[in-house]
């Protein structure tokens, strides 16, 4: 998650001639800096440099990227007018240099490296399309959910359809996996999840072409696994807040990802091999472990620290 | 939690005349609002109008309160020296105003109205105290854990003599409960938890005066909730993540308090009542629930709201 990012000076030199709406969608430069980071950085797997709210601009919402405060929606949805007005079936591919930018890196990738496509999924890109931008109590996005439930839903099923054409184009374009980033969904109780969230996620996970494994992930989920599980997903993630073979033993027979503190790479060797070697012991060596932080690299991490995550977990997991 | 707050337009009224930390440390005030809020909204427990963060005072911290940015320390915990400086063994009562406002708010209240004294729990005060004020991440809390854990112990050691000093004395002043608002140790893993806060917050509910129950709260603690209950207390307090019934199953014997979403009280009357409803319906009517919100009620809150929200509790629950 997060491989190209702020923490390496490479990428820091690409962003200082480029916005990041700009790099997201020029496929060289988003080619470049996907196939830079896992190189350098010597992982099993590539993630696309993209972003998990581009579907929001073909939808028709006005998207910028702040200094320091993150993702800005300057038209936010608050009225049922403006559930009415977004587009959901934009075109065959609604992100065309998303699809280009896969198709290059997958050139440009050795061929034993999956490359990963993604997506935000609906609860989040609700939360960002309602709140117009980040949130900490999510109470407008809660608001919108609880008291006009039949807009809710309508506008969770206009994301679903745009997602789905999304991400079908980046399976058609050539990735080996697509992960579906519901980053904020661990704002819900289990019963508003399953209410007004499960039905959503789960059509668009049955609505991808298949052959292609999907990885569900949120963070703060440790009550919603079941429910992640039965919404959909040949992998589900999980964040540094569970233990990992309780949390496996919960979810029964699926792979799962995850799921060191992406602060402890602030630490340092001794620290990060230490709790390294206490999730590889948790999850038991059992297949179907993909190791991976339980959310994305921050972005003052030293990269050092996280080659030596990287080293560590070739050396001490099962080949 | 939080009865007293910038939700009442009478609380903001003396909030106009008085900034938070005067209002604090002024017995008469601070036992006004306690009673208006309890008596206004009828609640079956009081709790008394204070801060957690007050005790990193007497313990030689510089403690305000800004507008909009919430609590800051003038002079953080960074190094060595810091911890050392740090005072820990203060007075017989470190915080006399606190004491003072719990035994005029005891005489005020109506005697079957149980009044409830508290404090922030060693982890979140540590959080405060390095971090310099609220975090997103706690990345500065998280490095000086892992990289400096003798220290790390050393500082917590010292916030938990303080903090057993400011609670008994509050158990002294005549208080039916203590709640530790362990507010931020859900950022934590469980794995963290155990080695790094635990044997902490266990030694303070300890060396409480018994004969009084400590209800021990937190929140994104869905993965903690046992270690939670091994580190003690009579009531062990649950956000909205987690789903009641399924808690309670795997806390076993013991109280419980909580768990609707304070967001809630943003939405309309018949939405409160469905969730109060849906919530007894998965508690079962088993006794020893405390119901209460998951977390402080937000400061836009509709006064209303709130009311509708006990009227539904009474209305709908064993008595």
Redesign the interface.
Known sequence: MRQAGRYMKEYRAVRAQHDFLTLCKDADLATEVTVYAAETLGVDAAIIFSDILLILEPMGLKLAYTQGEGPVIGNPIRHERDVKKLKSVIAKDPLPFVSAAIRQTRRALKPEIPLIGFSGAPFTLASYMIEGGGSR???KT??FM??RPDLWHALLQKISAALIQTLNAQITSGVQAVQLFDSWV???????YAQYVLPHSQRVIQSLKPGVPVIHFGT?T???LELLKKAGGDVIGLD????IK?AWQRLGTIAIQG?M????L???ST?IRR?VR?ILQEAENRPGHIFNLGHGV?P?TPVDNVKVLIEAVKEMSAR
């Not at 540094?240 to 233990?243: D, M, P, S, T, Y």
């Not at 503190?261 to 402890?264: F, I, K, S």
């Open positions: 109590h999510f109470i809660k608001m609880y008291t661990g704002c819900l109780s289990p019963a508003d703060q440790e009550s919603l540094w807040r569970v233990n309780a799921n503190d992406p602060t402890l602030f630490s340092n620290e709790q206490r921050l003052q």
